[in-house]
């Protein structure tokens, strides 16, 4: 027997790992993209499975964080991710005496860092910057930002999620302060129509304003646009990263064929007509060139931006925060009055199993059930299986 | 929802070519969708365009400014995910890496009128279609070996030291599974054919793993498998990434008969 049927409103990483792990505990339930799966911010990240190293300073329970999923995804999703370790570079003396700082933080966050000589570094990366300082190790990896989430969304459909892309939620309803459902709009038919829901969560990342508003709820969220630039060739095998305070324009992820900087940060008020400014792409190509001299003389491939949704301040959002914190998950019921809806805003796509793990829990307290969650054991479907789950034959999961 | 989709009546008051505050040049350029599922099956929109912009960005830009209900399938915006192939200018094409100016360039080089020249864009064929320029890509993907592994050992294994932690640098595959080589092929468009990617991914897959040939070559042995190959070679011609599906195929058709012949079937 189901334990209640849940909507989740979009389809990115989030609302991925959101919907596989309801249905593994028992929910039933359907997820509604207004577009293509992962076309808000998940597709455009900027690919780093993030050993969390870059955090530890700031935050070392987000680095903790990102060092477990690491872990689990290779366990559950090695097919998505390249593994091939990162190495953080000091250009200046200041970076080098950054070190100790960093190696500690890393060390009480789990993360196995090491010094590596730096011939060796070059033999790693023959495209470093030759003048580098001092290379640390770190597992770092990359992540193919659609192949990751079509695993979670693969796994959900075949054990029965229902899962429907250029379905956009217009309304969402509830009576008597709780939600009793959503207005959505196919985009093929141009026709709306209604899903009963018991429960509504709202995976809207950058968008999840727009979507409050729709049950009469504010919650303060500015999309936080960053570029990414792209050239047409892999010139390192590992992540490498500048050996600093995190800042802008400091990785460069290599994927197949491709070298990746990113990424910057500027705001806007609508995640939908983000362009890419023209100035990034110099600044980024910069910046990269400082890391592998190389880079700027590579041809240049694609230039792109996603938005990171920023919580502005409200009491919704400072009581969503307790849950993590790295994302925030809001319960309205008892911030709004919207009894049944959840918004989940933030995280990062390494973590994403994680938040999802987090919000099901947060759904189960809500209606009562006591089930616990399995996704870190379950390895998952492959990308493929999600257009044709009849046709898988291994590593199949329960 | 706009009442009409399309935009084009602005088109003649707008000045074709200006440049922003900062300088950069933006040009108008009109652009011809198909939308076969609508009444009016093409829309015409006209775009400001700058130096950088993609095809994929002009896309968005219709959607957000003028019809928030234009269905086109994109993700990653880089050329790595493969959702965003579609026909442009009668070409299959990634539309994240398709630079309009490059289009706008071709055109004026070809003659066109700048007045009424349109890129015109339509979804790729021979997959189910879901509205507008969006497709479904499970007539894809039902040809390939599934469960396959989608990483394989780096080439640079061979001359770069490794992270002790691991035995060797890892790629994802080249093939980002567009579908750009099926739309194109002649074959498929004809006959019921498996299609050069799920075929390239066969050969891939016992390449990798030889211990499954037993399983696998089977399922490609066949008129609908690879000696429905009639070599037309516009797979490896349109693929974004240099998978050279037409070499797999060849590949492939050795393997099954060298294996025949070892087993003395021919
Ligand atoms: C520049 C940048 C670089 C990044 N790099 C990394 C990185 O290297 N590694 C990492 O781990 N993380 C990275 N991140 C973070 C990561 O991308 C995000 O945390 C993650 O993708 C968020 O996923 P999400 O599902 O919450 O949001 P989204 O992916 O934005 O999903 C929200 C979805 O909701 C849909 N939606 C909106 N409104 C509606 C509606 N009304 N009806 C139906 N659907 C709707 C949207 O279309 C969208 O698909 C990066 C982020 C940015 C901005
Ligand atoms: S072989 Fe090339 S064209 Fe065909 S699906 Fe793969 S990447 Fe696309
Ligand atoms: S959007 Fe990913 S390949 Fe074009």
């Known amino acids: ?398 | 929802m706009s009442d009409s989709p399309q935009n084009d009546s602005r088109h003649n008051d707008q000045p074709q070519e200006f440049q922003t505050l900062s300088g950069e040049p933006v040009r108008m350029v009109r652009f011809r969708i198909a939308r076969p599922q609508r009444e009016e099956q093409w829309g015409q929109y006209v775009v400001p365009v700058k130096g950088h912009t993609t095809l994929v960005d002009a896309l968005e830009w219709i959607k957000s400014n003028i019809d928030l209900t234009l269905m086109f399938r994109h993700s990653c915006h880089h050329g790595s995910c493969g959702t965003c192939g579609m026909i442009v200018n009668n070409k299959q094409a990634l539309a994240c890496t398709t630079r309009v100016m490059d289009l706008v360039e071709e055109a004026e080089a070809a003659g066109e009128d700048r007045k009424s020249f349109a890129i015109e864009v339509r979804p790729l064929q021979t997959m189910d279609h879901l509205g507008d320029l969006a497709v479904d890509p499970a007539r894809l993907f039902r040809d390939f070996p599934v469960d396959a592994d989608y990483l394989r050992p780096s080439e640079a294994n061979k001359g770069s030291e490794v992270p002790g932690e691991i035995t060797g640098y890892q790629r994802f595959e080249n093939c980002i599974e567009c579908g750009l080589c099926v739309s194109s092929c002649p074959v498929v468009t004809m006959r019921d054919f498996m299609g050069p990617a799920g075929l390239a991914a066969y050969n891939r897959e016992v390449t990798k793993h030889p211990e499954r040939s037993g399983e696998l070559l089977p399922r490609v042995d066949s008129d609908r498998g690879v000696w429905g190959c009639d070599r037309h070679l516009a797979c490896s011609q349109v693929c974004p990434t240099g998978v050279y599906p037409a070499k797999h195929i060849v590949q492939l058709q050795k393997k099954i008969k060298k294996t025949k012949q070892e087993s003395g079937q021919e």
């Open chain 1, 1 to 398: 027997m189901s334990h209640g049927h849940v909507v989740v409103i979009g389809g990115g990483g989030t609302g991925a790992a959101i919907i596989h792990d309801l249905i593994q505990r028992g929910f039933t339930a359907t997820l509604v993209e207004r577009g293509e799966l992962t076309s808000g911010t998940t597709g455009r990240h900027h690919g780093q499975l993030h050993s969390g190293a870059r955090y530890a300073v700031g935050d070392r329970e987000i680095a903790r964080e990102c060092m477990e999923e690491v872990r689990i995804l290779q366990a559950i999703a090695p097919q998505a991710l390249e593994m091939n370790y990162g190495l953080f570079v000091a250009l200046t003396d200041e970076d080098v005496a950054f070190a100790p700082e960093f190696i500690q933080a890393c060390r009480e966050a789990t993360i196995p860092v090491r010094e590596i000589p730096l011939d060796q570094a070059f033999r790693m990366e023959p495209h470093l910057n030759p003048e580098i300082k001092m290379a640390l190790q770190v597992p770092d990896g990359t992540i193919d930002a659609w192949r990751l989430p079509l695993h979670f969304f693969a796994t959900a459909r075949a054990a029965g999620a229902d899962i429907r892309t250029f379905t956009e939620v217009v309304g969402i309803h509830s009576r008597a302060g709780a939600v009793t459902g959503v207005r959505v709009l196919n985009h093929a038919t141009q026709e709306e129509s209604d899903i009963a829901a018991d429960l509504v969560v709202s995976a809207t990342g950058a968008w999840a304003e727009k979507v409050a508003a729709l049950a009469g709820i504010h919650i303060p969220v500015t999309p936080a646009p960053g570029t990414m630039v792209a050239v047409k060739k892999r010139l390192n095998n590992m992540v490498v990263s500048h050996l600093h305070p995190a800042g802008d324009g400091d990785i460069i992820v290599p994927q197949r064929g491709l070298s990746i900087i990113g990424s910057t940060q500027w705001k806007t008020d609508d995640p939908d007509t983000v362009e890419v400014p023209r100035a990034d792409i110099d600044y980024l190509t910069r910046r990269a060139t400082e890391l592998m001299p190389v880079f700027g003389e590579t041809p240049f491939h694609a230039a792109w931006s996603a938005s990171r949704p920023l919580a502005g301040a409200s009491s919704n959002v400072e009581d969503g925060r307790k849950l993590s914190r790295d994302f925030i998950a809001i319960d309205h019921g008892r911030s709004d009055g919207v009894k049944g809806f959840i918004s989940i805003i933030g995280g990062k796509a390494t973590v994403l199993r994680a938040m999802g793990e987090k919000t099901v829990d947060l759904i189960c307290d809500l209606v009562g059930v006591q089930e616990p969650c399995r996704t870190a054991e379950t390895p998952l479907l492959q990308h493929r299986a999600f257009y044709n789950p009849h046709l898988v034959t291994k590593g199949a999961a329960s």
